[in-house]
């Protein structure tokens, strides 16, 4: 059975991650109020972000952005979106 957890971006329980996704506190907290799909969501709005403004990840600016703009996109914030992204209609 799928642990669940109160997910703090969709307001409902779901399941939870697996393993916490970082080290630490800061992993901890993720692991105890993120779903698995809104982790899935937010993987993939970095993923846009790092490509859209060629982050390097080993600058330690994009890394702050990056942890910034995933804090907002948790927290149903106004976060920052890929400008040029333009979903395909199903």
């Known amino acids: 059975m799928s642990r669940k957890v109160l997910c703090r971006k969709y307001k ?4 939870g ?5 970082y080290p630490g506190p800061k992993g ?5 109020t ?4 809104a982790w899935q969501d937010w993987q993939a709005q970095q993923t846009m972000l790092i490509n859209e403004k060629q982050l390097s990840l080993m600058d330690p600016e994009s890394r702050k ?3 910034q703009e ?3 996109f948790l ?3 106004h ?3 890929a400008e040029g992204y333009v979903p395909t209609e199903e």
């Open 12 to 15: 409902e329980e779901l399941p």
């Open 65 to 67: 952005y990056l942890q």
């Open 28 to 32: 901890q907290e993720i692991y105890e």
């Open 79 to 81: 976060h920052d979106k």
């Open 17 to 21: 991650l697996i393993v916490a996704p």
């Open 75 to 77: 927290n149903n914030e």
């Open 70 to 72: 995933m804090e907002k």
């Open 34 to 37: 993120v779903s698995q799909q």
